[in-house]
T-cell receptor
């Protein structure tokens, strides 16, 4: 049974601070990792993908992957109230197109 | 990335009836996926639909309850049959990524069963 674990939160950070979201996964052979943002009542929106160990930066977002530790994280710099949403970590199994999602972390950015 | 149109966006259905959800993609894709998101929960894969073959269902999901059609490379439908209140969820379709960018989702169908 493939599992993806996230802290459900809520995680509250002040505006302008760094929000740090974490995710662990159980399938050691997983190859592809994704972060989605989901606003209430909306469908998930892809914000980051990462495939190799290390950091990947895109604007205010940085994804970090450590396959040895089976750990992936998302940092949001200069957090804005508009970043308030649930962030879903998703893991793609090796050789498949199937995504396993974590339960999501609810982020609240306080003005 | 592909643009996915999904409809209806929401519906309220009587128990015992069925709802068919449509998913249209603006480009040809081999694989389409159907997910369910129950209230307050994350996404769970229902099935994978390949054009020209039977859909592959995940554990806990059966064809009689969730029949899927995939008549061509840009379209798929998911039917949720014999509705019960437990079927009240958001249903989402997704497609294989055309590049290494990642998977995108349709706008979702919010189903309420009364």
């Amino acid at each position: 049974q493939k599992e993806v674990e996230q802290n459900s939160g809520p995680l509250s950070v002040p505006e302008g601070a760094i929000a740090s979201l974490n995710c662990t996964y159980s399938d050691r052979v997983s190859q592809s990792f994704f972060w989605y943002r989901q606003y209430s009542g909306k469908s998930p929106e892809l914000i980051m993908s990462i495939y190799s160990n290390g950091d990947k930066e895109d604007g205010r977002f940085t994804a970090q992957l450590n396959k040895a530790s089976q750990y992936v994280s998302l940092l949001i710099r200069d957090s804005q109230p508009s970043d308030s949403a649930t962030y879903l970590c998703a893991v793609e199994g090796a050789g498949s197109y199937q995504l396993t999602f974590g339960k999501g972390t609810k982020l609240s950015v306080i003005p | 990335s592909a643009v996915i149109s999904q409809k209806p966006s929401r519906d309220i259905c009587q128990r015992g009836t069925s709802l068919t959800i449509q998913c249209q993609v603006d480009s040809q894709v081999t694989m389409m996926f159907w997910y369910r998101q129950q209230p307050g929960q994350s996404l769970t894969l229902i099935a994978t639909a390949n054009q020209g073959s039977e859909a592959t269902y995940e554990s806990g999901f059966v064809i009689d309850k969730f029949p899927i059609s995939r008549p061509n490379l840009t379209f798929s439908t998911l039917t949720v049959s014999n509705l019960s209140p437990e079927d009240s969820s958001i249903y989402l379709c997704s497609v294989e990524p055309p590049t290494a960018y990642g998977y995108t989702f349709g706008s979702g169908t919010r189903l309420t069963v009364v």
